[in-house]
């Protein structure tokens, strides 16, 4: 019988242990990168990507890691495919299912995703969407881990405090929270918090892996004895109307000194990037010793390597 296929949406979509899994894979990648020996998994095989925002570092990390890999990737800018001029996610999904051997969808409405994977014959990966950023969360907690090893052990232990936004990157971070089984501390304004139906889902995992949320209003309050501080803009794609009214019901929702005197002493600041500096992160913070928001951004493409591999490889 042919084996179903699966896909990445949210980080829901695997098993604590799968996601341990993915992290060792990702451990054995980044080395092979290193040393500059690259195993030729998915040979000939071709990822489309359909983005309908921007990207930086989620075009680049999977056209490298597929290339890596051995095989290729497609980049479908909404500008130029027939999804953006009527055509539906349904003949899209069944379209692409004949070329290509998975799917990553960067969108709006988190219901393209689930609706293009529906219909699709591969594995569809969600490269972000207004609900969710799954891929940034595991390359997120890789990089405690690689950071903090002690971490990986304990993470009962742990304090990840997330200021600012709770949208896609908190909303993953909060959900990977609940399987790790870390403490999850989130410093948002009113009316900006994790929305209803994402706490209800990570507080049915957190039954399984014991895992605490801490839901605070004060940044300074929220940062104290954290592990791992995490920003994110204010203002994300596709909200761009709401810039100004945003940008001054986040004024205080910055990673800065004050806020990282709070965390401990070795803490480490993450941010999925790109950055808005000196709004939710300062210069100072951001360059600092503390930050290691480069090798997060690096760990994408390990970590989505390796998703690659649990997806595709025989
Ligand atoms: N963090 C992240 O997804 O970056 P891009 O928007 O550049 O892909
Ligand atoms: N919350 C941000 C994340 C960017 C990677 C956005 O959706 O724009």
Known sequence: MKKKKRDFLGVYDFSHEEIYKIFETTEKLKKQVKRNRFKKYLKNKTLGMIFEKTSTRTRVSFEVGMSQLGGNALFLSKNDIQLNKGETIYDTAKVL???????????FAHENVVNLAQAADVPVINGLSDLLHPCQAMADFFTVFENKPELKRNPDSMKLT???????VANSLFLLSAIIGNTFCIANPKGYGIPKQIQEMGEDLAKKSGAKFIFEENPIKAAKDADVLYT?????????????E?????????????????????????HCLPANRGMEITDEVMDGPHSRVFDEAENRMHVQKAILLKLLKK
């Open 97 to 107: 299912s004949r070329f290509v051997d998975a799917i990553m969808i960067r969108t």
């Open 162 to 168: 997330f200021i600012g936004d709770g949208n896609n």
């Open 232 to 244: 994110d803009v204010w203002v994300s794609m596709g909200q761009e109307k709401e810039k100004e």
């Open 246 to 270: 945003k940008v001054a019901i986040f004024k205080d929702y910055q990673i800065n000194q004050d806020t990282l005197k709070e965390a401990k002493t070795d803490s480490i600041v993450l």
